[in-house]
Nanobody, 128 residues
Framework: QVQLAESGGGSMQAGGSLRLSCTAS????????IGWFRQAPGKEREFVAS????????AYGDSVKGRFTISKDSTKITAYLQMDNLKTEDTAVYYC?????????????????????WGQGAQVTVST
């Protein structure tokens, strides 16, 4: 019962920045968390970042830690992914995702299995 609208992405030279946004339409918050996974051709789906609405807990994939920042605007039920110091390896389709399940296990935000709702995806292309 969550619908996601994703925007942002595009093309950028290595070292530049892009920002993605994801807005949720829902009837109740539950234990809401919003994040992103990405997938490049020939590669497995990879966790990028996620944020919990209840307490603001964040999680990042190792490959983006220190370069990407996820934040939330609770008044708009919107998450933002600020991507700085982009690398060519960041090229992928970025899928916004959300869950309303209670999360009690450390590291659960990284687990694709907890996410039930998915956005349409945004292409991010980083060139040399």
């Amino acid at each position: 019962q969550v619908q996601l609208a994703e925007s942002g992405g595009g093309s950028m030279q290595a070292g530049g920045s892009l920002r993605l946004s994801c807005t949720a339409s829902l009837y109740s918050l539950g234990d809401l968390a919003i994040g992103w996974f990405r997938q490049a051709p020939g590669k497995e789906r990879e966790f990028v970042a996620s944020v919990s609405w209840e307490d603001g807990t964040t999680a990042y994939g190792d490959s983006v830690k220190g370069r990407f920042t996820i934040s939330k605007d609770s008044t708009k039920i919107t998450a933002y992914l600020q991507m700085d110091n982009l690398k060519t390896e960041d090229t992928a389709v970025y899928y916004c995702t959300a869950t309303q399940r209670a999360i009690t296990v450390v590291g659960a935000l990284r687990d694709v299995a907890i996410y039930d709702y998915w956005g349409q995806g945004a292409q991010v292309t980083v060139s040399t």
